[in-house]
């Protein structure tokens, strides 16, 4: 199934810290912005070692960035 590779990109982004993402709202829209950077990368860089730890972790600084202006 497709959807299983962005499930399992989203159990790295459920790992984050509470002093993180403080509230489930963070962690949706750290989700949305890491399944923006998957369609992104889909055919740059093919195969999962590594791949969706690293979405996981772009999706929640790119949000952190955004939200707090780190």
Known sequence: HKADIAVYCGTFLGMSSS???E???QV???CIISSGLYILTKNILPGY???LGTLAF???VIFKVI????
């Open 28 to 30: 949706i829209v750290a």
């Open 19 to 21: 002093f993180v993402m």
């Open 49 to 51: 070692g590594g791949k």
């Open 23 to 25: 509230h489930v709202y």
């Open 58 to 60: 772009g999706g929640v």
């Open 67 to 70: 939200a707090h202006g780190i």
